[in-house]
């Protein structure tokens, strides 16, 4: 959830002066209990996530527990992914990688190990999570990425990813099943997930 936009400006220096580049205003900040996201050239600060939002993100890393166990994949609930094919930095709400000890000291990780990337959507992140950060995730060819809008009490997996975006895409409800492809393999029962409404 996007609570200001606080600067906006392009990749390189705008002038002759020497200031900083958006990298570097960007790794200067400092904001405890926010997070903070490099997206189109604007760097995005957003306040602590609601209740419901973390319920969300808890069911789905129990959910996937037991596959990440086989594979000796990290569940991650916080972390920044490294974008090189667009140059933008990402807080996915939850990804997936294969466990590397080599990289528990960084904050910054490679788009390239991503397995699975997942964000919750809230009103103001709504055209973050369904346009920016979906071609994002695609043009850096992150295998699997999940939405989940309990707004719209709705799922969205695409998969596919390419230059031009995802190829695949599905949509259900939240409470009916979802396959996850490989190399998860598995299918997410969506029943009890946090956010279902009571008419369903």
Known sequence: MALATVLEVE?????????PTIEELYESLDLPG??????EGRIVVSPSPIKLHTLIVM????ALREVCDQHGWDRLPHGTVDLHATSERFQPDLFIC???????????????NVLLAVEVVSPSSRRDDYEV???????SEIPLYLIVDPRESMITLFA???????????AVPIGD????????GIVLDTATMPGRRPEQ
């Open 160 to 170: 596919g990813p390419s230059a031009r975006g995802y190829l695949r895409s599905v």
């Open 133 to 139: 950060k979906r071609a994002g995730y695609a043009q």
């Open 34 to 39: 926010h997070r903070v996201e490099l997206l």
């Open 59 to 62: 069911w789905l890393g129990d």
């Open 177 to 184: 099943k979802l396959d996850l492809p490989e190399p998860f």
């Open 98 to 112: 294969p466990a590397d000890e080599s990289t528990h000291r960084e904050w910054l990780l490679d788009a390239k």
């Open 11 to 19: 990749h390189t220096v705008a002038d002759d002066t020497g200031g």
